[in-house]
């Protein structure tokens, strides 16, 4: 089975600052996906980023980044230069490829970025 | 605009009644999906559907019923709502491919509240 575990129910940091928000997950399969996804107040799932398991090179969007460590099967997203709009709930979610093909998130964390 | 949509964004009903939510995708994917997120936003996947067929239907009460009269639309229907059936309820839609998924593409949910 396929598990997801986001270990900081909430985070809170100064605007302009980098924040990381931790995942780890465990499948024995070796061919998969690891995704964040924000959900702001308005409820919205929103895709921040998107890891191929098979690449060793970190996915980067803008002021998003992630640190993808496989062996030790962790999947950490690093927010720089932190805005107001980056409030929201945060889920780290793993795809597999084989076997359940299904979207398996973690418990959310809530960051709140003060100004 | 390309997206998923369903409605109604809010439902508010009592117990006992049946009700059902909409959902339709003008992406071209060919799987569509229904999760669960409950009061303590943690998402669950209920159903799968891929170009119609059934693939995933996880240990949801038999109250609830997908259909899906064709592959761009995934309805929901329930049965005799239950004060537990109360949560915000996602469609999803995503392109299958041999190597995995570019991710899901979330409707904008319908919060159900059952009193």
């Known amino acids: 089975a396929q598990t997801v575990t986001q270990s900081q129910p909430e985070m809170s940091v100064q605007e302009a600052e980098t924040v990381t928000l931790s995942c780890t997950y465990d499948?024995?399969?070796?061919?998969?996906?690891l995704f964040w996804y924000k959900q702001p107040p308005s409820r919205q799932m929103i895709l921040v980023i998107r890891?191929?398991?098979?690449?060793?090179q970190n996915a980067t969007e803008n002021r998003f980044s992630v640190n993808f460590q496989k062996a030790a099967k962790s999947f950490s997203l690093k927010i720089s230069d932190s805005q107001l709009g980056d409030t929201a709930m945060y889920f780290c979610a793993l795809y597999t490829i084989q076997g359940a093909q299904k979207l398996v998130f973690g418990q959310g964390t809530r960051l709140t970025i003060n100004p | 605009d390309t997206a998923v949509s369903q409605t109604p964004k809010y439902l508010v009903t009592q117990m006992g009644n049946d009700k059902s939510i909409k959902c339709e995708q003008n992406l071209g994917h060919d799987t569509m999906y229904w999760y669960k997120q409950d009061s303590k936003k943690f998402l669950k996947i209920m159903f799968s559907?891929?170009?119609?067929?059934?693939?995933i239907n996880e240990t949801v009460p038999n109250r609830f019923s997908p259909k899906s009269p064709d592959k761009a639309h995934l309805n929901l229907h329930i049965n005799s709502l239950e004060l537990g059936d109360s949560a915000v309820y996602f469609c999803?839609?995503?392109?299958?491919?041999?190597?995995?998924?570019?991710?899901?593409?979330f409707g904008s949910g319908t919060r159900l509240t059952v009193v």
């Open positions: 559907y891929n170009n119609k067929e059934l693939i």
């Open positions: 499948t024995s399969e070796n061919n998969y996906y």
């Open positions: 890891q191929e398991a098979y690449k060793q």
């Open positions: 999803a839609s995503s392109q299958i491919l041999r190597q995995g998924s570019y991710g899901y593409t």
